[in-house]
């Protein structure tokens, strides 16, 4: 376990090596100037150097990078260029709605598509199953700014259950900040009007979010789970009397799982991309936005930044990944 | 003769998937009397396992069509009971011991896991006594360190070892019948004898009946007291394993022993069956060995019925019929 633990850091070192490595090419790489873009229109040429100056632009690519990777292992990601900030705390105050979004999302995507992966698995070819795989194939084809306008249409603007937009109502003042979720921080907060509302808020975006990932569980779990029911190991248990239910769950659901956890845990990057669009249709407050911004003001460092970020996050993902795979599948133990 | 533990009556089955029916199985009949060990032989196809799967009922349902006959199990008709009443049989009265022991155990559990799942489920045991019978259980299929093999994974066990472990959980619950599916298929010769060995002993100080599959006639020969020959889901003979190896009357079973490899006779040539085997979506209306058959007359187009040619070896070959008139 703990040697499992240190390869996969040493790992993480690499890979976030790597990752600075080609951000910081791909930055300077691409076309535009953010010495223009910070100037504002007609800037003479004395303006732009005293800015290159500024930032270092001036120097050589690679003095540059060698900075850029010192400040890194500080925890120093730079200074945005539009805003002038330490882009840390910048991501820092943007990144804990993201993830809150993001881990409500997955949550949900597991807690239902695995059940209906399974339900979809042993009544495979009945009505259960159609209408579980209709449901998912819904999730794969329908566009997830479309299905959250749908679902905004519905909600908020017919029914008047949900709120649109924000992580909560403007007249609340947001929880003390203990976690940056704001749905934990107001239940240790002792609010209930606030926690209410916070969760309010979480349904729609989680769940237009989450749809996409739930019908990539489903189908994942559900031919997992028709592999494993087709094992010689399910039918000793059944011709050994083994109740349905424990058949189900401790034969063929969790051999299931091993191969659909890899999987899952893999395309939860997908979900931090989705993300970005989800956030902005219910104008969440969010890494989205914070990118977007970023891009269009060719903000390098700041995008440099959230690449980090999200490249580490990813990393973080897979040893999870790896460490719950270990624990489930004995051969790996070894 | 005491009541038979099991007994198969004219059983014909089909699998019928969309458009085409399969059948596979055509009036087999069987029985087995308490404590003894009958043989079932056949080529690949010729519908053993499908016949022991109908037993405890474990065909895929949607596909499986019983057309004719009976199966009674200690007096319960089988395919007139419920899923939940044979449920109840399988483990508990009915063992089963699979071919693949490499795949036959769940591999994210522990050996003693499944075992005390497997007790547990069929009877009232305490938690600590059903964990005591694990112990006990592994013994007795002489697994030499139950103690270690109880906390270990399949995957950390050898192919006879596994096997073991799945006779084990067969035998837990002391079952009226077991059912060997071509228990020594996938292991090596000198394991093979021993596996034999050990359902034989389990067998007789149990007093379990057992049904055991091979396309092996070696180990039906070594094994058996009765044998039932099947050829593409039709019984051709049946008899005393003596009777049947030493003096089979239906050309099939001859050519099957005649195909044989000899150890001592290196030179000539093994002895294969011509032809091939029957398409079982178009089976013929008669004898169903008829087209490879070297004794074919006339008569073979009529299907023969399984008929005693001798005390209690039956045959169903127009052939004999007419060689002992």
């Known amino acids: 376990m703990l040697r499992l633990i240190r390869a996969r850091l040493a790992m993480l070192v690499i890979v976030l090596f790597g990752v600075s490595i080609i951000t910081f090419l791909m930055a300077h790489v691409l076309p535009g100037d953010p010495t223009a873009a910070l100037a504002g229109p007609h800037p003479s040429q004395e303006t732009l150097n005293s800015i290159r100056t500024q930032f270092g632009l001036d120097k050589p690519l690679p003095v540059q990078y060698i900075k850029y990777l010192s400040n890194l292992f500080h925890g120093n990601l730079g200074t945005s260029i539009r805003s002038q900030q330490p882009i840390t705390q910048e991501i820092l105050a943007f990144f804990p709605a993201t993830l809150e979004l993001v881990t409500v999302a997955f949550l949900l995507a597991i807690g239902i598509g695995i059940p209906l992966g399974v339900i979809a698995a042993v009544k495979k070819n009945t009505f259960s199953d159609y209408v579980i795989r209709l449901f998912a194939v819904g999730g794969v084809s329908i566009p997830l700014f479309w299905g959250g306008l749908v679902m905004i249409l519905i909600f908020y603007a017919k029914l008047g259950w949900l709120p649109a937009s924000g992580r909560l109502d403007i007249e609340l003042s947001s929880p003390e900040t203990i976690t940056g979720f704001y749905f934990i921080d107001a239940l240790f907060g002792g609010d209930k009007e606030t926690f209410i509302n916070v969760l309010k808020h979480l349904v729609m975006p989680s769940l237009a979010l989450g749809y996409v990932q739930l019908a990539f569980i489903v189908r994942q779990v559900r031919s997992s789970m028709l592999d494993a029911l087709s094992q010689d190991y399910y039918l000793t248990g059944r011709a050994n009397g083994l109740s349905h239910r424990f058949l189900v769950v401790r034969y063929a659901l969790r051999n299931a799982l091993i191969p659909s956890i890899t999987i899952i845990g893999l395309s939860f990057g997908s979900l931090l991309g989705g993300a970005v669009v989800t956030e902005t249709v219910f104008d969440w407050p969010g890494m989205g936005k914070y990118v977007t911004d970023s891009i269009l003001g060719r903000d390098f460092p700041a995008i440099m930044g959230f690449t980090v970020v999200i490249a580490l996050a990813y990393v973080i993902i897979n040893l999870l990944v790896d460490l719950l795979v270990y624990s489930l599948d004995p051969q790996t133990r070894k | ?325």
């Open chain 2, 1 to 325: 003769m005491s009541e038979l533990v099991l007994e198969i009556k004219n059983l014909s089955l089909s699998f019928d998937t969309q458009g085409a029916s399969a059948s596979i199985l055509k009036n087999v009949e069987l029985h087995i009397g308490p404590g003894e060990i009958v043989g079932l032989v056949g080529e690949s196809g010729s519908g053993k396992s499908v016949t022991a799967l109908a037993i405890s009922k474990l065909l895929p349902t949607q596909i499986t069509k019983f057309s004719s006959g009976s199966i009674v199990f200690n007096g319960i008709d089988i395919l007139a009971s419920s899923e939940t009443e044979v449920a109840k049989l399988r483990g508990k009265r009915i063992g089963f011991v699979f071919q693949e022991p490499m795949t036959a155990l769940n591999p994210t559990m522990t050996i003693g896991k499944q075992l005390f799942h497997v007790i547990r489920r069929h009877s009232e045991l305490t938690k600590t006594e059903a964990l005591a019978k694990v112990r006990t259980a592994l013994e007795e299929v002489l697994i030499s360190k139950p103690e270690v093999v109880e906390n270990q994974y399949p995957f950390q066990l050898s192919g006879g070892m596994r096997q073991r472990v799945v006779i084990a959980m067969a035998m837990a619950a002391n079952p009226t019948l077991l059912i060997a599916d071509e228990p020594t298929t996938a292991l090596d010769v000198t394991v093979q004898a021993e596996i034999l060995n050990l359902i034989a002993k389990l067998a007789k100080d149990h007093g379990t009946a057992v049904l055991l599959i091979s396309h092996d006639l070696g180990v039906i020969a070594n094994s058996c007291s009765r044998v039932t020959v099947l050829y593409a889901g039709e019984v051709v003979e049946s008899g005393i394993v003596s009777e049947v190896l030493r003096k089979p009357q239906h050309p099939y079973t001859q050519a099957l022993i005649k195909s044989l490899p000899d150890i001592a006779d290196r030179d000539s040539l093994l002895e294969t069956i011509a032809g091939e085997f029957p398409d079982l979506r178009n089976r013929p209306e008669g004898c169903i060995y008829a087209p490879r058959c070297p004794k074919k007359f006339e008569a073979c187009e009529v299907r023969p019925m399984l008929r005693i040619a001798k005390d209690l070896h039956s045959v169903a070959c127009w052939a004999v019929e007419t060689t002992e008139k």
